[in-house]
């Protein structure tokens, strides 16, 4: 079964960039879409931003965004998440995960039905 594989964590000082890349394996037809989520010790998992490949337009959640970027490597079948001006509470799991996600769902956990294992983000000094 196809299912996406998150690389790049690591820790990374404040304001400092990191990139994650979420291999798609496939998964990455003109129906599907990536979304990457992230969720922190304690918390509740968090959606992040999407990018639907029909049209490779990008969405990112209000708490990233002018930060955060999402952008597609066609020839690497991969999608990568740039994170810039990191801060500590950017400190989380990050996962990405695929599905046919319309856009008023893509916020959703419920819309992706394939996910990656996570990698780990940490932000500290």
């Known amino acids: 079964q196809a299912q996406p594989v998150e690389t790049g964590g690591g820790l990374v000082q404040p304001g400092g960039s990191l990139t994650l890349s979420c291999a798609a394996n496939?998964?990455?037809?003109?129906?599907?879409?990536l979304g990457w989520f992230r969720q922190a010790p304690g918390k509740d998992r968090e959606w992040i931003g999407a990018?639907?490949?029909?049209?490779?337009?990008?969405y990112l959640a209000d708490a990233v965004k002018g930060r955060f970027a999402i952008s597609r490597d066609s020839a690497k079948d991969t999608v990568n998440l740039q994170m810039n001006s990191l801060r500590t509470e950017d400190t989380a799991t990050y996962s990405c995960?695929?599905?046919?996600?319309?856009?008023?769902?893509?916020?959703?956990?419920?819309?992706?039905?394939?996910w990656g294992q996570g990698t780990q983000v940490t932000v500290s000094s």
């Open positions: 496939g998964l990455t037809s003109s129906s599907y879409t």
């Open positions: 990018i639907r490949f029909r049209d490779r337009r990008t």
């Open positions: 995960a695929a599905g046919r996600a319309i856009l008023s769902s893509l916020r959703y956990e419920s819309a992706y039905n394939y």
